[in-house]
């Protein structure tokens, strides 16, 4: 019977070349089992990204309602804000001047009007019951939701307001929520309440073009919010 040669007598190159065999085995293996286990919970994977991104807290008695801008949800934003002032919940609702449009001032100076952002949510707020003299806004202009919150910390401050209701939409909530929590430290209490109007749907994003969108450009957003936030 043919005897396996010791390891201590086989040639240093071979012993080399019979080791990176076993690594290349041993990280295929891996690679399978990591496989099969991602198809078999990719469901449950997929919807985990999507309901991450929603923060929803139970809604509470508050100071001011904040609504961040954006042109595509403004709708939405604007509804689940006037839903929250006429339960009663907040006696203000703050509106950022997000910033407008490329060409908005060479439009307006052709006698053609064309409304900004804040415009259309302090419309749509005093057409559902708002009355103007509860929506406040600021002239700054904001880029981003981080210049949002510094409005909002601004405001308040200057308000001496304790409590704000952020209504956002349900991708954009969680997000929203950390950098408002970052920026009001210590002024006010942050309470999360993504509008019901939104018809997005955070447990099958997958299978809509514009919530694979969304998704992918919140968590790119996030990773730069962290980024920011260490360095």
Same mark, same amino acid.
């Given at each position: 019977?043919?005897? $396996? ?5 086989? %040639?240093?190159?071979?012993?080399? $070349? ?10 295929? #293996?891996?690679?399978? @089992?990591?496989? #099969? ?11 985990? @990204? ?20 954006? *042109?595509?949800?403004?709708?939405? $934003? ?7 002032? %006429? ?19 060479? +439009?307006?100076? /052709?006698? @053609? ?31 981003? +939701? *981080?210049?949002?919150? !510094? ?10 307001? &304790?409590?704000?209701?952020?209504? &956002?939409?349900?991708?954009?909530? /969680? ?28 447990? !099958? *994003? ?6 694979? !969108?969304?998704?992918? +450009? ?8 962290? *980024? $920011?936030?260490?360095?």
């Amino acid at each position: 019977m043919r005897r $396996r040669p010791k390891q201590s007598m086989i %040639n240093p190159k071979e012993r080399k $070349r019979q080791q990176l065999k076993r690594g290349k085995l041993i990280f295929l #293996i891996i690679v399978a @089992i990591a496989i #099969i286990q991602l198809v078999a919970y990719r469901q449950r994977i997929l919807i985990a @990204i999507g309901t991450y991104l929603v923060c929803e807290q139970t809604p509470q008695q508050a100071e001011v309602i904040a609504i961040p801008a954006n *042109w595509d949800d403004t709708i939405v $934003r604007a509804r689940g804000g006037a839903d929250l002032y %006429n339960k009663g919940l907040a006696n203000v609702v703050f509106v950022p001047r997000m910033e407008p449009m490329e060409g908005l001032e060479e +439009t307006r100076q /052709r006698g @053609i009007y064309v409304p900004e952002n804040r415009d259309l949510l302090v419309n749509i707020l005093a057409g559902m019951g708002v009355p103007l003299a509860a929506i406040e806004t600021s002239a700054q202009e904001v880029t981003d +939701t *981080w210049d949002e919150a !510094q409005e909002v910390s601004t405001f308040i401050e200057r308000k001496g307001y &304790t409590s704000v209701l952020l209504v &956002t939409s349900k991708y954009h909530s /969680r997000r929203a929520y950390l950098i408002f929590k970052d920026a009001l430290k210590g002024k006010a209490s942050v309470i999360s309440v993504p509008s019901p109007y939104d018809p997005s749907d955070p447990e !099958q *994003w997958w299978k809509r073009s514009k919530d694979c !969108q969304r998704v992918i +450009t919140e968590y790119q957003k996030m990773l730069v919010y962290y *980024w $920011r936030k260490i360095f």
